[in-house]
C-alpha cells in the first residue's frame, strides 16, 4: 500500500495553458496515492475557475478551495498547509511541468535516506516551454546538501531549495504551522526545520520543468538579469544602487535569517543558536557600509559551499564591497 502524499497547489490569474499542463503532469504521475489540494488566491479571471472546478469533477483526488479575498502568495501557502493531513508533503508552482516520476523518486530517496526532506534539481523552461538551462541547482550554483557535506549554517544563511522540488514529511508541516509574523519564504522555513529534524537530501537529478517567465519576479533570474530589471525600473545612479543591495540585503538576506530565528525558538535547539545570531549580526553590518566591509572572512564561514564558482564573487562584492561592485552595476546590460 503506497503512503499518502498531499501535494499542494496555489494559483491566482494563472496562464490557462500553464495550469493545464502543470495539473495534467500531476494527475500523470507514476505514484498514483496522493490528494491534490488547490487554493485559489480570488483570481480575477474567472476562466482560471472555471478550469480549477473542470479538473476537480475530473479526477476525485482533487481538492479545490477559493479564497474570498486574496490572502497573497505566502499566506495561501499556509493556508494549503493547513488543509494537508498526509505523512508526506509536497508544494506545487501553477505554472511548472512535473515529469512524470517526481513524486515516485522524491518519496523513494527521502525513506532511503531517512531525512525528513528532499529536493532536487530541475530543468529550466521558458514561456513556450523550451530547456534554457538543463540544471537549475548549477545554473543559480545552489548547494548539494546531503549527508556528506551538510553545513547545518547553511539553511539558517540563504535559501537552499525552491518549494516545487521539495517533498516533506508531516513533522515538517506540523511546526511550520502557523507561520510567524516574519514569515516571507515557505519553502525556506521548511528546509530550516528538516535541516533541524533528521536533515535533507539533495536528488542532483531534474524531476522537473521550472518554467521562467515575465510575471517571474526574482526566483528564476539571475543576478544580470535582475540588475537589468532593476536599472530599468530605477536608474543606474550610485543612490539606485544602493537601494538595490539594500534591498537584496536586508528583504531577502537578513529577512530570511530573522525568519528562520522565529522558527528555532519553536523548535528549542539552542545548538547553532550563538553561531545564528552572528549571522544576523553579519548582515546587519553589512547593509550599514556604504563603501567597504572589511569582514568579509565571515562570507566564508556563514555563506560559503563547495561548487559556488562564480556565486561568491558576485556575493562578496555585493555584501563587502559596494563601491566597486556599484561600477560593475553600470557596465552590465
Not at 498514483?32 to 488547490?38: A, D, S, T, V
Not at 517571474?216 to 544602487?241: M, P, V
Request: positive net charge.
Amino acid at each position: 500500500m503506497e503512503d499518502k502524499i498531499d501535494i499542494l497547489l496555489t494559483t491566482y490569474n494563472t496562464k490557462i495553458e500553464y495550469l493545464r499542463m502543470q495539473i495534467d503532469s500531476i494527475l500523470n504521475q507514476t505514484y498514483k496515492n496522493f490528494e491534490l489540494i488547490i487554493s485559489d488566491d480570488c483570481s480575477t479571471n474567472q476562466e482560471v475557475k472555471e478550469v480549477l472546478k473542470e479538473y476537480e469533477k475530473k479526477d476525485n483526488r482533487i481538492k479545490l478551495y477559493f479564497q474570498e479575498k486574496n490572502l497573497g502568495y505566502t499566506k495561501n501557502f499556509e493556508f494549503v498547509l493547513t488543509k494537508s493531513n498526509a505523512n508526506y508533503i509536497c508544494f506545487s508552482d501553477h505554472d511548472d511541468i512535473w515529469y512524470s516520476n517526481k513524486v515516485e523518486k522524491s518519496i523513494k530517496i527521502l525513506k532511503e535516506k531517512n531525512v525528513d526532506l528532499v529536493y532536487c534539481d530541475a530543468k529550466q523552461i521558458d514561456e513556450k516551454g523550451n530547456v534554457i538551462q538543463e540544471s537549475y541547482l548549477k545554473y543559480k550554483n545552489m548547494p548539494i546538501i546531503n549527508e556528506k557535506n551538510n553545513k547545518k549554517i547553511l539553511s539558517f544563511s540563504r535559501h537552499i531549495a525552491i518549494g516545487c522540488s521539495q517533498m516533506f514529511t508531516r513533522q515538517v508541516k506540523d511546526i511550520m504551522i502557523p507561520f510567524t509574523e516574519n514569515t516571507i519564504a515557505h519553502d525556506w522555513i521548511s528546509v530550516y526545520i528538516a535541516d533541524r529534524l533528521k536533515g535533507i537530501y539533495c536528488i542532483q537529478e531534474p524531476l522537473l520543468g521550472y518554467r521562467l517567465h515575465s510575471n517571474n519576479a526574482f526566483g528564476g533570474r539571475n543576478l544580470k538579469q535582475n540588475i537589468k530589471k532593476w536599472k530599468e525600473e530605477n536608474g543606474n545612479t550610485y543612490k539606485s544602487y544602493l537601494k538595490y543591495r539594500h534591498k537584496v540585503i536586508v528583504e531577502t538576506y537578513l529577512a530570511g535569517v530573522l525568519m528562520c530565528k522565529d522558527y528555532s525558538l519553536k523548535l528549542k535547539n539552542n545548538e547553532l543558536e550563538n553561531l545564528e545570531n552572528e549571522v544576523i549580526e553579519y548582515y546587519k553590518k553589512s547593509q550599514k557600509h556604504k563603501i567597504v566591509y572589511w569582514n568579509f572572512i565571515k562570507y566564508f564561514k556563514y555563506l560559503y559551499f563547495k561548487g559556488m564558482k562564480k556565486r561568491k564573487i558576485k556575493e562578496i562584492m555585493i555584501l563587502h564591497f559596494p563601491l566597486i561592485s556599484y561600477f560593475i552595476y553600470l557596465i552590465l546590460n
